[in-house]
């Protein structure tokens, strides 16, 4: 039967099988190590241990001879880094197989979305808006550092290499930064995952989450600003246009993402709060999370960062639309988002350790990989130390020596470093480049990953933090009502425009805005209050009963996920943290209008 | 910006974003029309509507002039249905971009596995197994009658196009059965859809249902069977050799996929069984997925059929593994495929829609239309009207006219006939068959679809059935307890083998086994019956009322979904309704093995 039978063979099924299978022994292999109490494995480099087997396997059955590695011109192939155009027509640079590329893209457009989505909708949004300051600080202020750093560095290993052997293609300085761009950002795959492991100190685990989310937008709009310098110029002359022109790219970039991020909540927002969706939670959940999905397929669709906008549209969304959102809804969103965030991370770097042995075509440069191993560290000791002395300047909470160490230790690499790598391979300085990150995140996942655990202990830092702590954080929240610069003027855009816009909560739009406005804020009111305004405010008080209870009950339902819980306190806090007005809940009417 | 902006375009993300925004649309019109009580429309005909009108845009703004239609060969191509062998060297029958035909497995692979599965999955088991006589013989029996009859039919109609006009390429008979083939099946996807909207007698859903799910794995395996035989014959002569290899290849392909199916079923449930998965939800909803995704894949991966293998997989997942599961897992398992089920529902029926309009190598024949559209209907005929009037000699509630007419009319064609004929589109005969069955699927989408309720109102049957109708249910299975022939069998291998194998309910193993297996019974004996027989079966008693309580509270807890209450009912109906000992719910203890 074999004959007929190979006959139907499905070109997709097998690597997909196989790479079920790989998600399914890491699962069940990170499982069974830490009932154990193996508590220094992780699922990233687990996944990525069983990838690396995978692709020496492939590799030592299909080694095709033919294949032909990207060509060699890197001034031309810094210009192309990536293809131009229409669908049918690109080249392809990674590899022979048109499907590796299409794969890594189906792969990155289908899990890095909903882990980003998930790290920013479950971000304790209180504790977030309280170290917002600082998180700013390190994502953009150390990211650049981090860059420069490593930029310096490597020019320095460049030049030695260029000393002790003379190699076919030159390294030019914007190679280096691009290097420096690529490595500087750390992954919130990785980070959130050694995190919620480890279970530490909630300030400490939003600074290093949110460093990691947001300097991810840096790091990507860095490359591209570099790339975009790089074809202005020869790079290697500073030219002021050039470095003008890669400024204005880095601003339109991060701004064009942040609004179509907001773009797509706003849309959720109102879909939710003007129609009866909340009856049916399976059109509520798919409505979201299509929604949440379009924000970065959108943004990478039209050359923006992808990352930055569905970081922005789950931060607000966990803002404003889950107030909007019936119960059970809320809960489907948060489990549909987890499994996706667990799967995705699993994916993603089985296919980063699958890669690092299936590509053929490695450029292994002993003097730049130790360059590079050198160099983050520095990068990262010049980030964290001396801005956080700053920041200490600043903040009455302090962040202490420990945690210094701990995030100057912390700075895993992971998704997003590979995605900048792969965008282009083309050319020996590129391959050296993307080698070099590849063995850079094996590293710092594998090394750094494993040692958190007995560094932490040994830094005597709180572990094993229940993320629940609503008590204690309410009462830190009433003592420590500190100056926020940022506080102000966000308060009144929150609470007097955007949640009565977007919700059913804050102050009637009517009285917010002027009253030239008066057509366009009668339009967005909730239509509950334009009813009968009296009423409505009853029932924001009655609501708040509901609320709670609401969340009592599926707090109890899923006591056994933590993570679940986490969240209630968020959409909780979202709400208490800025003192405005309870969310009112829309439970689902009798009337079900079925779909 | 712009310049700078096209260079970071991803090939992937735009036509996925275009997809997504259509699965918006057709989410949001279909809900709204149903809102304004147009009960006439359903998903996969506004999904395929919308996929139409993306088609024709993508048609008029990118029409590739070179593009060259699939060589015109017909007995080569007939021999050739899907390409050998290795991954980077098939050739691209479908279409120039290679991006198309991966499309198209890419969405066969991830949508259609959680359609059938979630079909299967949530069946009632007890009115199932009720009427699984008269579904088999539906699904068996009446497919092969349908795919004679349309075979016959166009056979008639291909002669009277020879005479009136000579085409290029002949029809041969085993083209026309090769259509037969094809056309025989209804489709689960659309019959699903049809009949939870509607919500039928309860009877009537079984036997459709189940008719609709069997007979893809029927109609697949005659498609392969048919190819089978072309090859080995020129398909002009009766060989009984090559129709005896085409038979055991038939029977080789059912039996095989039943038993991966049933494999990855065993896997899960022992896993599920015998460690402590059921402490982590998202865990177990991960591991249960992805080894039920397994079956389809891995049947895909060697040739056999993967609709056959998840729909057995869903049965018996169904029937065992649930038992071991928490009741978070289970919840979180079901919204889980119910949202895959129907986003990909949308997903499939808008790409058939855009592929429709978007394919430019179609071709009309109006006479083969014509006879399409008479033989669809006089096949059905002969299914429905005489193996019903032979199964109402045997049994004890007979199967109205009224049912017989509604089945004869919701013939509805879907994702499995496209998928099918998508296989081969080279050669005019070839892209006649596709074409056809392309027009066939939206005739049975708009025109019976969106018929099927006022054809209800006119037959005078029963609509808007409560699936939760769990008293009546039990009463009529106490009632109503008939010679089933296959129970006898039945019941012995499920209560006294393969449950106290894969749950922790029946009788032990060491006493229905015989004594020479007495190290296997005492492997796969349940862990707590080992421990203290005694405490169990007290336990058992208990853990009656505590499954009871959970049900009613998990019930309670999801109230707004009527499909969630509709598969509790399934899992304890399943349960009692052959009368074996209630399921010892695992509910999580205290201890907590966090991943």
Not at 168 to 197: N, Q, R, W, Y
Request: aromatic share 10%.
């Amino acid at each position: 039967m074999s004959g007929a039978v190979q006959q139907k063979q499905d070109i997709v099924a097998l690597p997909v099988f196989a790479a079920v299978t790989l998600a399914l022994i890491t699962i069940l292999s990170v499982w069974k190590l830490k009932q154990f109490k193996y508590k220094l494995v992780n699922e990233a480099g687990v996944a990525m241990f069983y990838g690396l087997l995978l692709g020496l396997t492939v590799r030592l059955i299909w080694t095709d001879k033919g294949e032909q590695c990207p060509g060699n011109t890197s001034e031309i192939s810094m210009v192309n880094i990536t293809p131009h155009g229409h669908v049918g027509n690109e080249k392809r640079q990674f590899s022979s197989h048109p499907e590796e590329t299409f794969d890594l893209q189906v792969l990155f457009n289908l899990f890095l979305p909903p882990i980003i989505f998930h790290g920013a909708y479950t971000l304790n949004q209180k504790r977030f808006i309280a170290n917002l300051g600082s998180v700013l600080t390190y994502a953009f202020v150390g990211t650049i550092i981090s860059c420069m750093c490593i930029g310096a560095c490597m020019y320095g290993f460049t030049k030695l290499m260029l000393l002790l052997s003379k190699p076919k293609e030159e390294f030019f300085v914007t190679h280096c930064l691009l290097f420096g761009a690529i490595m500087s950002a750390t992954d919130p795959v990785s980070v959130l995952g050694l995190l919620s492991d480890l279970r530490v100190d909630l300030d400490l685990h939003m600074l290093l989450f949110g460093e990691s989310v947001l300097n991810d937008a840096v790091a990507i709009v860095l490359t591209h600003a570099i790339t975009t310098y790089t074809r202005m110029d020869a790079g290697l002359i500073f030219d002021p246009t050039a470095f003008l022109h890669a400024f204005v790219f880095f601003l339109g970039v991060l701004i064009g993402s942040f609004l179509l991020g907001l773009i797509f909540t706003v849309i959720t927002a109102l879909l939710t709060k003007f129609t009866r969706l909340h009856e049916n939670p399976l059109l509520e959940t798919s409505v979201f999370s299509l929604l949440s999905w379009s924000s970065y397929l959108s943004a990478e669709a039209c050359g923006l960062s992808g990352i930055v906008a569905v970081m922005f549209c789950g931060l607000s969304q966990a803002r404003y639309t889950v107030l909007n959102l019936s119960s059970e809804g809320r809960a489907r969103i948060k489990q549909l988002f987890e499994v996706f965030n667990f799967l995705g991370e699993i994916s993603i770097f089985g296919y980063m350790g699958y890669i690092l042995l299936k590509f053929t075509c490695h450029k292994f440069e002993p003097l730049f990989i130790s360059g590079a191993l050198l160099s983050v560290f520095i990068s990262r000791a010049f980030n964290i130390y001396p801005l956080s002395f700053l920041l200490n300047l600043g903040r009455t909470n302090k962040i202490p020596c420990k945690f210094q160490h701990f995030m100057m230790f912390a700075g895993l690499r992971g998704a997003v470093a590979f995605r900048l790598a792969v965008k282009n391979t083309a050319g020996e300085v590129n391959r050296t480049i993307f080698t070099t990150t590849l063995l850079m995140i094996v590293f710092t996942i594998w090394v750094l990953g494993t040692a958190a655990d007995p560094m932490l202990r040994r830094l005597d830092i709180r572990m094993g933090v229940d993320p629940d702590e609503n008590q204690e954080d309410r009462i830190f929240e009433i003592a420590t009502e500190r100056p926020d610069t940022t506080q102000g003027l966000w308060h009144s855009l929150d609470y007097k425009y955007l949640k009565p816009m977007l919700t059913h909560c804050g102050p009637p739009l009517t009285e917010s805005l002027p009253q030239c406005c008066g057509v366009f804020a009668r339009v967005f009111s909730s239509p509950h209050v334009q009813e009968d305004e009296e009423e409505e405010l009853c029932e924001i008080e009655a609501g708040k009963n509901t609320l709670d209870l609401g969340e009592t009950e599926s707090q109890q339902g899923s006591s056994e996920s933590d993570s679940a819980s986490e969240h209630q306190e968020d959409l909780l806090d979202g709400d208490l943290g800025l003192g405005t007005a309870p969310a009112q809940p829309r439970e689902a009417s009798g009337s079900s209008t079925q779909l």
